[in-house]
Structure formats: structure tokens, C-alpha cells
């Protein structure tokens, strides 16, 4: 995984509430176990039609949206398990999903997997979508180091809450077996202490 800092881009706005894992990435593409590729794939039944021909009214297709941090309604990632959900994300681009509210499996597969789930306030969700609404060009900054999200330009940040261990694995670009291996020293002498005893 790339390790995770700060991150100032543009974001995509989706405010629809509710958005399952089988909307982000359909059953029928689960097939493949390689994370690659599955960001093509990504909301593929909102941004294609039945022949494959892109939606242009769907927030992807638009021209100039574009953006590493998605900003999505109450509830995302809500549904079955699927790990696939975040791996397509990632596999298009976005680094970091903002919500208000996210379920929690798919919380935990977003940050094995180097993408930053960040719950904000709903009140700020809602001042977020506005501002986007009437400057598509906006840009935020995500400051993992000191959980800090803020809006450039304006006064508007808020805090937000993470897991201590997935931030250090965030912060260092490794995911859980990654970590192990580095603790593989101290792991080591914790064994052999014990055996002394």
C-alpha cells in the first residue's frame, strides 16, 4: 500500500444515502481476486447503461469531476462484506471516502486496504455538499497525522476519529501481515524472554 499523510484534492460529491457494496461494485464482477481493475467496474450499473455506453448525468462522467476524495451520503458502504468494495475505490483513484456514517465492515476493509474512511459530523457533510454544489473545483485537505479534514480556503474543518493501529498502518504504508513482519524482531525476543522464565 502507498503510505497516507496529507492529501489536498478535489472532490467528488455523491450525497445519496445508503449506498450498498453491490452498487459500488456489482456481484457479477467478484470473479477476479487480484485487487487491479476493479475501479472500470466501479458503480457500474450507475454509470453505464446496458450496452456499456457511459450515463452523462452520472457525477463520474462529467467532465473535469475528478478527485481523490469521494464525499458520499449517510450509510456508505452499507450491505454484504465485500472486501471488492474498497479495492475498487482504491483501483480508480479515490484515497479517501467521507461520510457521516459508514457500516462498520466496510469501514475495516477501506483501511486494510490504504483508503481513508472519514467520518464527519452531518451538519458538515450537508455545508460540504453545498459548497461543492456551487464550486465543483473545491478542494480539501485530509491531515491523517493530525486527523484534521478541512475545506481550502475557508475556516470549515473538523476532527475525526481512527484507530490508532490502522493509523500507524496508514501513516506507514503496511498492511496488518506487513506490520507483523516489521515486529518480527521484537516478536522474536518476546519469545525467547519466555522461554527463560
Known amino acids: 500500500m502507498k503510505s497516507f499523510n496529507t492529501i489536498t484534492s478535489t472532490c467528488v460529491s455523491m450525497p445519496a444515502e445508503n449506498v450498498d457494496t453491490d452498487q459500488i461494485i456489482p456481484a457479477r464482477f467478484l470473479k477476479a481476486t487480484d485487487r ?3 475501479g472500470d467496474n466501479l458503480f457500474r450499473d450507475w454509470r453505464f447503461d446496458a450496452e456499456g455506453n457511459p450515463k452523462p448525468d452520472f457525477i ?16 456508505f458502504g452499507c450491505g454484504s462484506s465485500r472486501e471488492h468494495a474498497a479495492w475498487a475505490l482504491y483501483d480508480y483513484g479515490f484515497r479517501v471516502v467521507v461520510s457521516s456514517f459508514f457500516a462498520d465492515i466496510f ?17 458538515f457533510i450537508q455545508d460540504l455538499f453545498s459548497a461543492l454544489e456551487q464550486d465543483p473545483s473545491l478542494k480539501a485537505t ?14 470549515k474543518s473538523s476532527g475525526f476519529e481512527i484507530n490508532a493501529h490502522k493509523k ?11 506490520y507483523l513482519i516489521n515486529q518480527r524482531d521484537q516478536i522474536i525476543a518476546y519469545e525467547q524472554a519466555g522461554r527463560k522464565v
Open 36 to 38: 487491479e481493475g476493479f
Open 60 to 75: 463520474l462522467n462529467q467532465t473535469g469531476v475528478k478527485g481523490e476524495v469521494l464525499i458520499a451520503g449517510k450509510n
Open 107 to 123: 469501514r475495516n476493509n477501506a483501511l486494510n486496504n490504504g483508503l481513508l474512511p472519514v467520518q464527519l459530523p452531518e451538519d
Open 142 to 155: 485530509v491531515d491523517l497525522t493530525n486527523q484534521q479534514f478541512a475545506i481550502l480556503g475557508s475556516e
Open 168 to 178: 500507524t498502518c496508514l501513516l506507514q504504508g503496511l498492511d496488518d501481515i506487513d
